[in-house]
């Protein structure tokens, strides 16, 4: 089996965030970036487990500038084989799906992973652009999987529970919690993965759909009201006057 | 030309998604001045009824059997119906199946996606849509310059508007390809709100103590109508389901009253749930971080303040 994982940067939530360039462009300037821990979590281990339960092979593929190549060393680290980047500054989705679904045509992998979810702009827009640019069925949100030859049975989590469903290979599948045990690189795997391959490759060409208009920071929430603990009707009146909600 | 919203449903009850995006539809289609027009998928013998929440007129593509979600059998037959009625705009809910679908269709008819869209975009020279980015700490506006355009809308955004218009409904037939993915079983909760769909959630964590606990907060949720849901740790310790977890992990929810009790409010957490319309926290610990984000908040032994609180709405239900 051919795996690829694909992995996202994204800034630690904890971050503070904040804009330059008439509000236009994120300020990354002393942020502390991460890899998306859906990517790194549970994506990236699930493809390892299975890759060492029955063989295989894993390739990450990062869209990014140079600095991303830090997060890409961390997950050969955990496990992949090889890494590929993509080399771009502040792509789209639309942007990024089209450079993975051209690579992973030429390759040609079983299985496409992705995270839900990158936990900045929580779009879920990559895994299903991908999925139909190389068409290939698409299970999102996914919470097990479990392959035997080319059939997978996975569950996924939907709306007040989960569904299980069965698919062949090939397919793309997005990793919400639970679909693997996040695993902390150790020092072999840290030593191993300075010398795993990482080719860097230039980007094709994507004519962008949408574009960024501005940013807004929300004006600072005041401050909260504290309701005597003794006194709960007061707390029903303020959610039923003040606030209105009840 | 016109705005094409897929309306999601359970048998034949639409889903209260299916609601919001008629009623934003029909608001977005009035700015453009054109018709909201519904598509729905699959068996269902009362298409005409989203007519009350706004839809001009219903697509129904048919099928015999029931259509189970399938990504790509969706996309095309979301696409047919965008090219039957010409829709300038498609809107979609911001659910599992919306962005399962949201990507693809964009991919296939390269038309610009702005996912999770809390508002009706400003149409004024350009399609400006605005969705809540870096967990709630930020707004992106985003401007889709593609022709077509596609929004996914998040929970609990648009209020629907009821009226007593039915909608007409035609049939389209689509050769949809054969599905790829097949389900074997669907295990949700019964008569229980789904969490996203939420508009009251009372939300419980590690201040709880002991899984055993919980009746006061059922009991609660009992009164206001509520959804439960629990922080990770409750979660991961197998006290409460996974599903009821919300946060940066579990699922993000935009409910418009969210009770945090005993729950100390991580940023993980709080990036799930701080888009909520009002927040209420009880918790003993004033210091407890879920404060700085709360609009109300009780400092106190949740054990004692939680059936206080349940005792007064109960007298507060009874008097309205």
Redesign the interface.
């Known amino acids: 089996m051919k795996y690829l994982v694909c992995i996202s940067k994204t ?1 630690d ?3 503070k ?1 904040g ?1 330059t360039n008439n509000n236009k462009t994120f300020d990354s300037s002393g942020v502390q970036y991460i890899m998306n ?2 990517d790194e979590w549970y994506a990236l281990v699930r493809a390892l487990e299975l890759k060492e339960a029955q063989g295989g092979d894993i390739t990450l593929i990062n869209v990014g500038a140079a600095d991303n190549e830090t997060i890409i060393r961390k997950g050969l680290a955990i496990g992949g084989d090889k890494a590929v980047r993509i080399n771009a500054e502040n792509p789209s ?2 942007f990024v ?1 089209n450079q993975i679904a051209n690579y992973a045509k030429t390759e040609g992998f079983d299985i496409i992973f992705t995270g839900k ?1 990158t ?15 190389v068409d290939m ?5 996914a ?1 097990r999987l479990e392959l035997s030859g080319n059939k997978a ?1 996975i569950q ?13 290979t090939p ?1 793309v599948i997005s990793a ?3 679909l693997a045990e996040q695993r902390i690189p150790n020092m072999r795997g840290i030593m191993m993965a300075k010398t795993k391959p990482l080719e860097v490759l230039e980007p094709i060409a994507v ?12 004006p600072p ?1 005041s401050s ?4 005597d ?2 006194n ?2 007061e ?2 009146r ?3 006057e003040e ?1 209105k ?2 | 030309m016109s705005v094409l919203f897929l309306a999601e449903h359970q048998q034949d009850n639409y889903k209260k998604s299916a609601f919001e995006a008629a009623t934003f539809s029909k608001k977005l289609a009035e700015k453009l001045g054109t018709t909201a027009i519904g598509v729905v998928v699959g068996k269902m013998n009362n298409a005409g009824s989203l007519g009350k929440y706004g839809a001009d007129k219903v697509i129904h593509i048919q099928s015999n059997q029931e259509v189970s979600f399938d990504s790509q059998v969706y996309t095309e037959a979301i696409a047919a119906a965008a090219n039957q009625s010409s829709a300038k705009v498609i809107i979609l809910a911001h659910s599992s199946t919306g962005k399962a679908l949201g990507g693809r269709l964009s991919a296939k008819l390269k038309a610009g996606l702005v996912s999770g869209v809390n508002a009706l975009p400003d149409t004024d020279g350009g399609f400006k849509a605005r969705k809540s980015v870096f967990s709630g700490k930020a707004q992106g506006i985003y401007n889709i310059t593609s022709d077509q355009k596609i929004l996914t809308l998040t929970g609990n955004a648009v209020k629907p508007v009821r009226s007593e218009n039915e909608a007409s409904v035609e049939t389209l037939d689509v050769a949809l390809p054969p599905a790829r993915i097949s389900v074997k079983e669907v295990k949700t909760v019964q008569g229980i709100v789904p969490l996203p769909e939420a508009e009251i959630v009372v939300s419980a964590g590690r201040g709880m103590k002991d899984p055993g606990n919980w009746g006061i907060i059922e009991e609660l949720a009992a009164t206001l109508g509520a959804t439960t849901a629990c922080s990770r740790p409750v979660a991961d310790a197998d006290w409460r389901p996974h599903h009821e977890h919300v946060g940066q992990t579990g699922i993000a929810i935009r409910p418009n009253l969210y009770f945090a009790i005993g729950i100390s409010g991580a940023i993980q957490h709080l990036a799930g749930v701080n888009t909520s319309k009002v927040i209420v926290v009880i918790n003993k610990d004033p210091e407890a971080p879920f404060f700085k984000a709360a609009d109300y908040g009780v400092v106190g032994d949740l054990f004692e303040v939680v059936p206080k609180l349940n005792e007064a709405l109960k007298a507060f239900k009874a008097a309205q």
């Open positions: 800034p939530t904890t971050a965030i804009f821990p859906y989705a639309w799906s979810e936990i900045d702009y929580n779009g879920a827009e990559v895994p299903a652009m991908i999925a139909e640019l069925p698409l299970i999102s949100f919470s049975t996924r989590d939907i709306e007040g529970g989960v569904e299980v469903v069965e698919v062949e397919f919400s919690k639970g004519d962008e759909l949408i574009e960024i208009d501005h940013f807004e920071t929300p929430k909260v009201k504290l309701v603990p003794a709960m009707e707390l029903v303020l959610l039923h606030a909600i009840i």
